[in-house]
């Protein structure tokens, strides 16, 4: 369908691209369609702009890459603020300090690695690597993106001041830099010179502004402060990223912190039902900091009124059994693929919510597409072998790499990689290169089978590594093209396997054509998630954090009772802009259930009320859609 922009989107496309400028778009108010078509606009003038593109969702980033692709001159790739730090920081050596070559490290590392490590070179009772996960590092990312110390009261001075230490040493002999880190890199990047290459957009777009914490803020900043037209687009009423020290004051502030600022808004969901509108208006409506002047969300002219229905079960088993029937219906009766259907929840702790869901769904061949898949592809110890030697062909001297593989080996255990890493601080070498001259002494301080099965291991992966060179580019066939048939070999030391080769086939298509081998493998994580979680073929569950930027047809919000929506830890303004996220997904169904009791794993989640009578969320009473009984409904609706 041709874009034919709404009086509000036009004003938009008039925007000068030398003046700041501000967009509230709510949800599903074609808020990417006008940023494309502006920035296309843009573009076709004979002396076009240079423009930055800056966290876009998605389906927006691969619309811009391929509208873009003939003004490479004047535009940059769409991009998140970590992958634009990344290159900001590769073309500028020296600007920052970081262990080089920039290597980030992944979920597996962090798991299996560094946060083990950490723990054993503290030496600390009670500081594991649960405690590092869940306080130590948390804590030190907080200070990274609220520019400011926010000291966890549970963590005792001086735990801090040795992980600190540790964490600085480890980051040093491993070569690693941590994905959070990479935006305050960039900030003491820009605040230290003023030369940085790549750097002089004349226009810089912003997409989800309101998900800025501090320290992205404060880049942008500085950029606008160096002549760059910064032009934000957001919504302060999804702001749902305080876990990274997000809030919606960013965007609200906005026109005080860029003068002249020109300002527009986006009210008219071309996304939801009317029903559905006015649902999820009387939440955030409720907000006592919302803007009085902000515009409210309206529905399109000639829009459908959708369904609407919050429904309450007696239990968590009849809630499981009533959305498996409400699933059904909508395929059954409705006409819905299953892909076209989205259930959500506050949070999901080991499955407790989704699990029961999905026996039902299971037991009533319903197909199910959980994202999480990536995560377990990626993770498992024959595919880690392979990512971990491709490292490798990308890097010999990759020291978390080569942890890694000696992580895996059998046999191999703690006190070897402990040894080789007190090697590496005594010589002041980084991992690899202690591992590489410990090898060619043929390991004299190690003893017995460990010391035969590293000989053994190291041996062979150089081995391999000088028979199967990287080419300089893969000819247009993809790095995973490449490395599925250069582990196809007989004398392969592992095998790609057929998830892993789909994982690497959607990457191919995904990431950029000139990325290098190590680019290649940095992004496969994190672009494999989003293609899992955008591109589904069954019923799909995430929490509703998880939701954002996704339309369906219909949605299933469960849980929704008080006690677990809000959330007693959490900022409640966020709670009820979350929920506000996941009642604006649907198209043409909403539906929210809760339990009147609950018992087992989900009556422990929230405040954990076991066997106690619940209610519905304070969001949503009082509203236009009242509680009604699951059971009943689900008899009478479609029969």
Same mark, same amino acid.
């Given at each position: 369908?041709?874009y034919?922009?709404t009086?509000?989107?036009?004003?938009?496309?008039?925007?000068?691209?030398?003046r700041?400028g501000? +967009?509230l778009?709510?949800?599903?108010?074609?808020?990417?369609?006008?940023?494309?078509s502006l920035v296309t606009?843009l573009?076709a003038?004979?002396?076009?702009?240079?423009?930055?593109?800056?966290t876009?969702?998605?389906a927006?980033?691969?619309?811009?890459?391929?509208?873009?692709?003939a003004?490479?001159?004047?535009?940059?790739?769409?991009?998140?603020?970590?992958?634009?730090?990344?290159?900001?920081?590769?073309?500028?050596?020296?600007?920052?300090?970081?262990p080089s070559p920039?290597?980030?490290?992944?979920d597996?590392?962090?798991?299996?690695i560094?946060?083990?490590?950490?723990?054993?070179l503290?030496?600390?009772p009670?500081v594991t690597?649960?405690f590092?996960?869940?306080?130590?590092?948390?804590?030190m990312a907080a200070?990274?993106?609220?520019?400011?110390?926010d000291?966890?009261?549970?963590?005792?001075?001086?735990?801090?001041?040795r992980?600190?230490?540790?964490?600085?040493?480890q980051r040093r002999?491993?070569?690693?830099?941590?994905l959070?880190?990479?935006?305050?890199?960039?900030r003491?990047? +820009?605040?230290?010179h003023?030369?940085?290459d790549?750097?002089?957009?004349?226009l810089?777009i912003v997409d989800?502004?309101?998900d800025?914490n501090?320290c992205d803020l404060?880049v942008?900043r500085l950029?606008g402060?160096?002549?760059? /037209?910064v032009?934000a687009v957001?919504?302060d009423?999804q702001s749902i990223?305080?876990?990274?020290?997000?809030?919606?004051?960013?965007?609200?502030?906005?026109?005080d912190?860029?003068?002249?600022?020109?300002?527009?808004s986006?009210?008219?969901?071309?996304?939801?039902? /009317?029903?559905?509108?006015a649902?999820?208006r009387?939440?955030?409506?409720?907000?006592?900091?919302r803007?009085?002047d902000?515009?409210?969300?309206?529905?399109?002219d000639?829009? /459908?009124?959708?369904e609407t229905?919050?429904l +309450?079960f007696?239990?968590?088993?009849t809630e499981?059994?009533?959305?498996?029937?409400?699933?059904?219906?909508?395929?059954n009766?409705?006409g819905?693929?299953?892909?076209?259907?989205l259930?959500?929840?506050?949070?999901?702790?080991?499955?407790?919510?989704?699990?029961?869901i999905?026996e039902?769904?299971?037991e009533?061949?319903i197909?199910?597409?959980?994202?999480?898949?990536?995560d377990a592809v990626?993770a498992a110890?024959e595919?880690?072998t392979?990512?971990?030697l491709a490292?490798?062909?990308a890097?010999?001297?990759d020291s978390?790499a080569?942890?890694?593989?000696l992580?895996?080996?059998?046999?191999?255990g703690?006190?070897?990689?402990?040894?080789?890493y007190?090697?590496?601080?005594?010589?002041?070498?980084?991992f690899?290169?202690?591992?590489l001259q410990?090898y060619?002494?043929?390991?004299?301080?190690?003893?017995?089978?460990?010391r035969?099965r590293?000989?053994?291991?190291?041996?062979?992966?150089l081995?391999?590594?000088?028979?199967?060179p990287?080419?300089?580019d893969t000819?247009?066939?993809?790095w995973?093209a490449?490395?599925t048939?250069?582990?196809?070999?007989?004398d392969s030391?592992?095998?790609?396997?057929?998830?892993l080769?789909?994982?690497?086939?959607?990457i191919?298509d995904a990431v950029?054509?000139d990325?290098?081998?190590?680019r290649?493998?940095s992004?496969l994580?994190?672009?494999?998630?989003?293609?899992?979680?955008?591109?589904?073929?069954? +019923?799909?569950?995430?929490?509703?954090?998880m939701?954002?930027?996704?339309t369906?047809?219909?949605?299933?919000i469960i849980g929704?009772?008080?006690?677990?929506?809000?959330?007693?830890r959490a900022?409640?303004?966020?709670?009820?802009?979350?929920?506000?996220?996941g009642?604006?997904r649907a198209r043409?169904?909403s539906y929210?259930t809760?339990a009147g009791?609950?018992t087992?794993p989900?009556?422990?989640?929230g405040?954990?009320r076991?066997q106690e009578r619940r209610t519905?969320s304070?969001?949503?009473?009082?509203?236009?859609v009242?509680?009604k009984?699951?059971?009943?409904?689900?008899?009478?609706r479609w029969?």
């Amino acid at each position: 369908m041709a874009y034919d922009p709404t009086p509000e989107q036009r004003e938009i496309l008039a925007h000068e691209p030398d003046r700041h400028g501000r +967009v509230l778009a709510g949800p599903g108010t074609g808020k990417s369609a006008t940023v494309v078509s502006l920035v296309t606009q843009l573009l076709a003038q004979p002396d076009p702009p240079r423009i930055g593109l800056l966290t876009f969702t998605r389906a927006a980033t691969a619309e811009l890459a391929a509208k873009v692709a003939a003004h490479e001159a004047q535009v940059e790739r769409p991009s998140t603020i970590h992958s634009f730090a990344i290159a900001a920081l590769l073309a500028n050596p020296g600007s920052a300090d970081f262990p080089s070559p920039l290597r980030v490290a992944d979920d597996w590392e962090q798991k299996e690695i560094i946060r083990p490590h950490l723990a054993s070179l503290i030496a600390l009772p009670g500081v594991t690597p649960d405690f590092i996960k869940k306080r130590l590092l948390p804590e030190m990312a907080a200070m990274w993106e609220s520019l400011s110390p926010d000291p966890d009261p549970a963590v005792e001075e001086h735990v801090r001041n040795r992980f600190l230490g540790a964490y600085e040493q480890q980051r040093r002999v491993f070569g690693y830099t941590l994905l959070g880190e990479l935006p305050d890199l960039l900030r003491r990047a +820009v605040e230290a010179h003023q030369d940085l290459d790549g750097l002089d957009f004349r226009l810089l777009i912003v997409d989800e502004y309101q998900d800025l914490n501090a320290c992205d803020l404060r880049v942008i900043r500085l950029l606008g402060d160096r002549g760059v /037209a910064v032009f934000a687009v957001g919504d302060d009423e999804q702001s749902i990223y305080g876990f990274r020290k997000a809030h919606p004051a960013g965007i609200r502030r906005f026109l005080d912190d860029y003068e002249d600022a020109a300002d527009y808004s986006l009210s008219v969901s071309h996304r939801c039902g /009317a029903d559905i509108i006015a649902w999820a208006r009387h939440v955030i409506e409720g907000d006592p900091e919302r803007a009085i002047d902000r515009p409210r969300l309206t529905a399109a002219d000639g829009a /459908a009124a959708g369904e609407t229905a919050m429904l +309450v079960f007696p239990s968590q088993v009849t809630e499981a059994r009533g959305v498996g029937d409400l699933v059904e219906h909508l395929i059954n009766d409705e006409g819905l693929d299953p892909s076209d259907i989205l259930i959500m929840s506050r949070g999901d702790h080991n499955g407790n919510f989704s699990a029961p869901i999905k026996e039902v769904l299971a037991e009533r061949g319903i197909q199910v597409d959980d994202p999480s898949w990536v995560d377990a592809v990626v993770a498992a110890p024959e595919n880690r072998t392979v990512l971990l030697l491709a490292r490798l062909l990308a890097d010999r001297n990759d020291s978390l790499a080569w942890a890694g593989l000696l992580c895996l080996a059998d046999g191999i255990g703690p006190t070897f990689r402990m040894a080789i890493y007190d090697t590496a601080v005594a010589r002041g070498v980084r991992f690899a290169d202690a591992l590489l001259q410990s090898y060619d002494e043929e390991f004299p301080k190690a003893g017995g089978a460990a010391r035969t099965r590293a000989l053994d291991l190291i041996g062979r992966t150089l081995a391999w590594l000088d028979e199967h060179p990287p080419p300089d580019d893969t000819a247009g066939n993809g790095w995973g093209a490449w490395m599925t048939a250069a582990f196809s070999g007989e004398d392969s030391p592992a095998a790609v396997s057929d998830e892993l080769a789909e994982l690497l086939s959607v990457i191919d298509d995904a990431v950029e054509a000139d990325a290098g081998l190590a680019r290649y493998l940095s992004q496969l994580q994190p672009l494999g998630r989003d293609h899992a979680q955008a591109q589904a073929s069954g +019923v799909r569950f995430m929490s509703l954090a998880m939701s954002k930027g996704l339309t369906v047809e219909a949605s299933i919000i469960i849980g929704a009772e008080e006690g677990i929506l809000p959330d007693h830890r959490a900022d409640e303004a966020e709670e009820r802009r979350l929920l506000y996220v996941g009642l604006t997904r649907a198209r043409r169904f909403s539906y929210v259930t809760w339990a009147g009791r609950r018992t087992g794993p989900t009556a422990r989640s929230g405040d954990g009320r076991v066997q106690e009578r619940r209610t519905e969320s304070r969001f949503l009473r009082n509203g236009p859609v009242r509680t009604k009984q699951g059971q009943d409904y689900l008899r009478t609706r479609w029969s």
